[in-house]
């Protein structure tokens, strides 16, 4: 039996490439929804091949045009956030894979996971903003959760088979573009240099959360939560040859690492394979041509988005949804040149500072969190120059 799956966010970084990795293996699996935001050009051609029941075009403007190509193929044509989660609770996927980016994945997450569905999650925001309530959903539905990010696919495999806890995780990291760079010497960096990141092809948004170490704080809040650990137990290591992807330490002192070269189409692939492990042309590891495996502490004072990270973890409640939401503005207002890039931890902070705080927040208290601080650091960005 193939196993059925569902492809959300299927016309970004992750999405293609886990439609590669499919493609690689057709005889396990089966593609059988697709769902993009607006990108209708992509998504049509990956439904042509994929030929998969239903598509999502999210924005409503585009879909006149996905519904009139793929209308003599017979595969349902669907449009409007809403329609997102309703898929969820039909019997299309046996597992789906959330690669949408931002808090725009929470609502599909919470309802693939209310609906029983096996997740593979590469959006990590999910687990910024909702950690908590959306991985206790898991634990009373019973559904498999198997991280995609590489750090986090890492800790997962080094962690299977085990029966003890971690001691401590260390969540390696490549340092970004401006790895070695003071703050100061950041003062001036654009757009193009921040998105060129020096070992992995990934989306515009998360190639920034990069360059500011946010990305880095995002996987320690991410890391809490998927493996019940306590900040102080999660370090990150600037690893720049990328090729140990994340250790665990237990108690013995023992450590275990997973290797392999930076490819995510790997993790991807153990997620949905989870728990064999299938053939890959991926490339190897070549030790003897390797002259060596560096790893050290990150520069806290010029990455100062790892401590708003480890700080908004710390205070817990809605804290983590206020940071994510600033950081999702002041991170698309410099990708659309409306602040500098070192104002995008200062636009954070304040927004730390200014929001109102809620210790216990419900579902609904971070939705709302959310809606106001975006507002908020919209007015920030406006008035800060
Ligand atoms: N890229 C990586 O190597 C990598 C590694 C680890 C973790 N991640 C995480 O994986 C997630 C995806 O990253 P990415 O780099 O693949 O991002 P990306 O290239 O920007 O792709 C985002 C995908 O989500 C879709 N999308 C966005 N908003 C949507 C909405 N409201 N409804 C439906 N679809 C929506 C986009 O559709 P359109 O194309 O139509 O806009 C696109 O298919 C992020 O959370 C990121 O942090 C990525």
Redesign the pocket.
């Known amino acids: 039996m193939k196993r059925r799956i569902g492809i ?8 293609t490439q886990a439609l590669e990795v499919i493609a690689n293996h057709q005889d396990l699996f089966e593609v059988t929804v697709l ?5 209708s050009n992509l998504l049509i051609q990956q439904a042509m091949v994929c030929k998969p029941d239903s598509v999502v075009i ?1 924005d409503p403007d585009h879909y006149d045009k996905v519904f009139n190509a793929l209308d003599t193929l017979d595969i349902k044509v669907f449009t409007g ?1 809403e329609s ?1 989660c309703q898929l969820m609770e039909m019997d299309l996927f046996d597992m789906v894979l959330i ?4 808090f ?2 929470l609502k599909p997450t919470m309802s693939a996971v209310s609906a029983g569905k096996a997740v593979a999650l ?4 999910v687990l910024v903003v909702a950690g908590e309530i959306v991985t206790d959903l898991a634990k009373v539905k019973k559904v498999p959760f198997i991280p ?3 750090e986090h696919s890492a800790i997962f495999q080094c962690l299977s088979g085990e029966v003890s806890k971690p001691e401590k995780v260390y969540l390696t990291s490549s340092g970004g573009p401006f790895r070695g760079m003071t703050r100061d010497e950041m003062l001036n960096v654009n757009v193009q240099q921040a998105l060129k990141h020096p070992n ?1 092809s ?5 190639s920034i959360d990069s360059a500011t170490m946010m990305n880095k704080g995002f996987e320690v809040i991410e890391a809490k939560w998927l493996f019940s650990l306590t900040p102080t137990q999660i370090d990150i290591l600037v690893h720049p040859q990328c090729i140990v992807h994340s250790m665990v330490q237990f108690r013995d002192g023992t450590l275990k690492a997973q290797l392999g070269l930076p490819d ?1 189409k790997l993790p991807i692939q153990y997620a949905l394979s989870y728990p064999y492990r299938l053939d890959a042309n991926f490339g190897r590891v070549d030790f003897a041509d390797m002259h060596s495996l560096t790893f050290e502490a990150p520069d806290r004072n010029a990455f100062p988005c790892i401590d708003l990270a480890y700080g908004a973890i710390e205070q817990g409640g809605n804290m983590p949804c206020i940071l994510n939401a600033a950081n999702e503005i002041a991170v698309s207002q410099f990708l659309c040149g409306k602040i500098r890039f070192y104002q995008i931890p200062l636009i954070i902070e304040r927004c730390m500072v200014k929001a109102d705080f809620d210790k216990k927040p419900e579902y609904e208290v971070l939705l709302e969190t959310n809606k106001r601080v975006r507002s908020m650091a919209t007015d920030f960005c406006t008035s800060i120059h």
């Open positions: 959300y966010g299927s016309t970004g970084s992750i999405g769902a993009a935001n607006n990108n999210r956030s997102l690669a949408m980016v931002g725009e994945g590469a959006n990590k925001e995609v990010d590489s992995w990934m989306g515009r948004k998360i995510m």
